[in-house]
């Protein structure tokens, strides 16, 4: 499992967020070397944007959905709020950070 905080004071909405969030994810497991990738999130429009086949998108969700082409395996998984409190606990201490903060647990082989 990986997580990471970056702190961005310069983004418009909720929904913009999660779907960069989203796109630093497929970027930081590319650049790293995983083949495998499952990214959770509790906001379902955004999964359901990158797991989809809708050619109506804006440009996050085709740069997400370009970027995870680049993965073997790429799995979107829906957690509502309540099952999410860890990211949402991570995404508060963001706030406090001055730099990105990358937190990795168990690299399987």
Same mark, same amino acid.
């Given at each position: 499992? &990986?997580a990471c905080?970056?702190?961005?004071?310069?983004?418009?909405? *909720? =929904?913009? &967020?999660?779907?960069?969030a989203?796109?630093?994810?497929?970027? =930081?497991?590319?650049?790293i070397?995983f083949?495998?990738?499952? *990214?959770?999130?509790?906001?379902?429009?955004?999964?359901?944007? *990158?797991s989809?086949?809708?050619r109506?998108?804006?440009?996050?969700i085709?740069?997400?959905?370009?970027l995870?082409?680049?993965l073997?395996?790429?799995?979107f998984?829906f957690?509502?709020?309540?099952?999410?409190q860890v990211a949402h606990?991570?995404?508060?201490?963001g706030f406090? *950070?001055?730099?990105?903060n =990358?937190?990795?647990?168990? &690299?399987?082989?």
């Amino acid at each position: 499992m &990986v997580a990471c905080t970056i702190k961005n004071d310069f983004v418009p909405d *909720l =929904f913009v &967020v999660k779907a960069r969030a989203a796109i630093h994810s497929f970027r =930081f497991a590319r650049d790293i070397g995983f083949s495998c990738v499952e *990214l959770e999130g509790d906001t379902r429009s955004i999964i359901l944007k *990158l797991s989809g086949s809708d050619r109506v998108l804006g440009l996050i969700i085709a740069d997400g959905k370009a970027l995870s082409r680049f993965l073997q395996r790429c799995q979107f998984t829906f957690i509502p709020r309540e099952g999410n409190q860890v990211a949402h606990c991570h995404a508060k201490h963001g706030f406090t *950070l001055d730099s990105e903060n =990358f937190w990795i647990e168990d &690299v399987l082989a």
